[in-house]
């Protein structure tokens, strides 16, 4: 697999990551409870991660 190939599947997977994550949160924003709060901060959770990967890079 070339570079460029590799590095814009990566691209493209983070941002569908990203995506799902933020549709987990404005979803379970609607209902009130201890199982939205948790999916929400889940959901935050894995942005963090997103995050950390992207400026793992960059140290």
Same mark, same amino acid.
């Given at each position: 697999?070339? $570079?460029?190939?590799?590095?814009?599947?990566? !691209?493209? %997977?983070? %941002?569908?990551? $990203?995506? #799902?994550? !933020?549709?987990? !949160?404005? %979803? $379970?924003?609607? %209902?009130?409870?201890?199982?939205?709060?948790? !999916?929400?901060?889940?959901?935050? $959770?894995?942005?963090l #991660?997103?995050?950390?990967?992207?400026n793992?890079?960059?140290?």
């Amino acid at each position: 697999m070339k $570079a460029s190939t590799r590095t814009a599947l990566l !691209v493209a %997977t983070r %941002t569908l990551l $990203a995506a #799902a994550c !933020v549709t987990l !949160v404005v %979803t $379970a924003r609607t %209902t009130a409870g201890w199982d939205s709060l948790l !999916v929400m901060l889940a959901a935050l $959770a894995g942005l963090l #991660a997103l995050l950390a990967s992207y400026n793992r890079r960059f140290r």
